[in-house]
Nanobody, 123 residues
Framework: VQLQASGGGLVQAGGSLRLSCAAS????????MAWFRQAPGKEREFVAA????????YYADSVKGRFTISRDNAKNTVYLQMNSLKPEDTAIYYC?????????????????WGQGTQVTVSS
């Protein structure tokens, strides 16, 4: 499956952004979809994941209550709505597809990755 992330940009602290990730190739609904992020000088970290049907989600503690992951299987797209953004949310955001479980937070559980989209939050 090929993944193409978009929607990043520059936003002030407290603002919102919505990321999208369009998938093509194999059956989109067969995969758990997730977002990861990588800040300069840091490891890539798990942000959120959504189940194959979209009915179950899982979040990193750092974004819980502020970010919402969702998917539209008819459009082969996964979204990340980011509200109340903080400067520490600044990172490159990557979408990923995996064959495991919604609570998989390990990068190795995801076999397909998008190219990343930059999110910068100014203070």
């Amino acid at each position: 499956v090929q993944l193409q992330a978009s929607g990043g940009g520059l936003v002030q602290a407290g603002g919102s952004l919505r990321l999208s990730c369009a998938a093509s190739g194999r059956t989109f609904s067969a995969y758990i979809m997730a977002w990861f992020r990588q800040a300069p000088g840091k490891e890539r970290e798990f942000v959120a994941a959504v189940s194959r049907s979209g009915g179950s989600t899982y979040y990193a503690d750092s974004v819980k209550g502020r970010f919402t992951i969702s998917r539209d299987n008819a459009k082969n797209t996964v979204y990340l709505q980011m509200n109340s953004l903080k400067p520490e949310d600044t990172a490159i955001y990557y979408c990923a597809a995996g064959a495991g479980a919604t609570r998989d937070t390990n990068r190795g559980a995801y076999g397909y990755w998008g190219q990343g989209t930059q999110v910068t939050v100014s203070s």
